[in-house]
């Protein structure tokens, strides 16, 4: 693969399997340090910075895949992930300062070499060592806990330093010595370059970005622990480092044009942990917490569908994902549908994906069109597992499940016809009262195109209608209406272009006949990403294209690659 720099002020730098990332900000002269077994903003761990003679130094930063490069006017620097919890800093002619960022946490010189930190906040340990140069901690703030020692400074010795930060859930005792930067460098970029060569297939434009983009692929798994059974592609290695219960789909998917196995271990994440009564949660951590009380959208039949679409599977996959599937839809059926009316509804806005969207301005336990049309796609799935399973293993329970889920799916589509559609568009009603808003600016509400040539006909060209003259714009699909009047440049679900919807969408539009309209779509979701934004954001604003919220966020990764390779961009 040809040489390529990265932004870390768009794309954490880490690499495969760590738990530890480091990102910059524009504009400012200091590194971030995260540990990625926390999400949010509790997972910032240290600010580094680069001093001379007490002062902060101006600074350049860059990157490649196997290390950050620090350059000023006295000295450089060069970073680096030696493996999954341990960074590496060799520094010549700077001076480094390590300050934790935890409300809570303490550190002891333990000896002339090491030094351990405590982060009650992370509820982990922080072990330095200096190979070279020497250290001395102090506190950040003299009229405040007197003897909290949360700043490690690392002076130079003739003029260089080396040292290492591991972190750890339990505590760390030493490091592996000695630290070898050139030889250790050289091994992350042989892993890195072995990885870069099954970078999928795609057209010849924008090469450089799909290789940034496949490095923030590749740089955002972490090793398999505790809830994560598997190693798992997290959301991003900033902040939403975690996995939420429909982001893995998209990943899933993007593995699969590479990998089967990996990418069904990303389609399997949320199952591991499945509650017994069928629920999924709506995200995760290792030796953390599982997040009950919020879900995500069914959009797993979906997924394995196309998983379907591209791999045989084995019998016990089969059947595994079967149950899993199985208990997942019964739950939506018999757990989300308060009013009984068989159809079901999302308890507030979280739940369904588009935290919130425009939709949900009606209140709470709404009955939104996309949640029929993900659960019909899912009985269809179970559907064609057990026809599957019935022409592998000949038992008349398959054949007999597969009837049950066909019927199942026609019933669910009629009683949604008949609920939701107006006879121009699909409305979303309020469980019990069904009170509705009966022209939503909410691109939630034309979701049902993801159902392509299952969905009526009529009730398709008038979706797709709205679809082009309503909420297509230079970049793409905004989630809501320019022109409706709740737009909002960074309203989140209420305006900006998010990878999700815009993928399920293309799909449909594809399945559906509309082939032109899904290229175009996808061509300008690419552009805008690669060109305008120049990063892999968890969403952009619709009208200028600007990359918005979290960077380097991989359910936009994985989606514009499988646009690439799916529409040869």
């Known amino acids: 693969m040809e040489y390529f720099m ?58 490649r895949p196997e290390y950050i490069t620090v350059e000023g006017s006295d000295g450089n620097a060069r970073i680096y992930i030696r493996d999954d919890m341990t960074v590496v800093i060799e520094s010549c002619g700077f001076d480094l300062e390590f300050e934790q960022i935890s409300n809570h946490g303490y550190g002891i010189k ?15 340990y922080y072990y330095f060592y200096i190979q ?46 000695p630290i070898r930067v ?21 057209g010849k434009e924008e090469e450089e970005f799909k290789a940034v983009t496949w490095y923030n692929i590749w740089s955002s798994f972490v090793r398999a622990e505790d809830v994560y059974q598997y190693d798992t592609m997290l959301m991003s290695k900033k902040h939403m480092s975690s996995v939420w219960s429909w982001d893995h ?16 271990q990303q389609f399997l994440a949320p199952f591991v942990i499945q509650a017994e009564n069928g629920a999924l949660p709506d995200m995760w951590n290792p030796n953390s917490e599982i997040v009950w009380g919020v879900t995500k959208p069914p959009i797993h039949g979906w997924c394995f569908s196309k998983l379907m679409d591209m791999y045989d599977f084995e019998t016990n996959i089969l059947s595994d994902v079967y149950g899993y599937l199985e208990k997942w839809t019964n739950w939506w ?37 996309d949640l029929p049309a993900f659960l019909i796609l899912q009985m269809r799935t179970l559907e064609r597992i057990s026809s599957s399973l019935y022409e592998m293993e000949k038992d008349k329970y398959w054949i007999n499940s597969a009837r049950k889920w066909g019927e199942e799916a026609k019933l669910l589509q009629k009683r949604f016809y008949e609920h939701s559609w107006d006879g121009v568009r699909f409305v979303a009603k309020q469980s019990r009262t069904h ?86 779509i996808a061509a300008r ?35 514009y690659m499988l646009l690439c390779q799916e529409y040869k961009i």
């Open 6 to 63: 990265i932004d870390i002020t768009r794309i954490p730098f880490s690499r495969y399997g760590a738990y530890v990332s480091v990102t910059a900000e524009q504009g400012k002269n200091r590194l971030t340090i995260h540990n990625v077994r926390r999400r949010f903003e509790e997972g910032t761990a240290y600010t580094l910075r680069f001093l001379k003679v007490g002062k902060e130094a101006e600074i350049k930063i860059s990157a």
């Open 435 to 520: 009170a509705c808003e009966m022209r939503s600016t909410c691109l939630l509400a034309l979701m049902p195109l993801v159902l392509g040539e299952q969905l009526d006909e009529e009730m398709r060209e008038k979706l797709v209608v709205i679809l082009k003259e309503e909420f297509l714009t230079e970049y793409g699909l905004a989630t809501e209406s320019p022109t409706g009047g709740r737009y909002e440049p960074d309203g989140y679900w209420r305006g900006p272009i998010w990878a999700p919807p815009t993928y399920l969408i293309i799909d449909g539009l594809r399945k559906g006949g509309n082939e032109e309209l899904a290229r175009e």
């Open 249 to 264: 789909c998209f990943n899933a998917l993007a593995m699969a044009k590479v990998d089967k196995d990996t990418a069904l």
């Open 182 to 202: 050139d030889e250790e460098i050289k091994g992350i970029k042989s892993e890195w370059e072995e990885y870069g060569k099954k970078l999928p297939n795609a």
């Open 333 to 369: 059926m018999e757990y989300r549908d308060s009013d009984h009316d068989g159809i079901p509804e999302y308890p507030q806005g979280c739940d369904s994906g588009w935290d919130n969207a425009t939709i949900f301005d009606l209140g709470y336990f709404i009955e939104t069109p």
């Open 132 to 177: 070279e140069g020497y250290g001395s901690m102090s506190v950040l703030d003299e009229n405040y806990h007197t003897n909290r020692l949360q700043r490690l400074t690392v002076v130079c010795e003739n003029g260089r330093c080396v040292a290492a930060l591991k972190m750890s859930i339990v505590e760390p005792k030493s490091i592996v010595l």
């Open 110 to 124: 333990e000896s002339e070499n090491s030094f351990k930190m405590i982060s009650v906040t992370q509820r982990i």
């Open 525 to 559: 979701f690419c552009r805008m990403a690669s060109q305008i934004a120049k990063g892999n954001y968890e969403n952009y604003d619709a009208l200028s294209g600007k990359g918005l919220r979290a960077p380097g966020y991989t359910w936009t990764a994985s989606v």
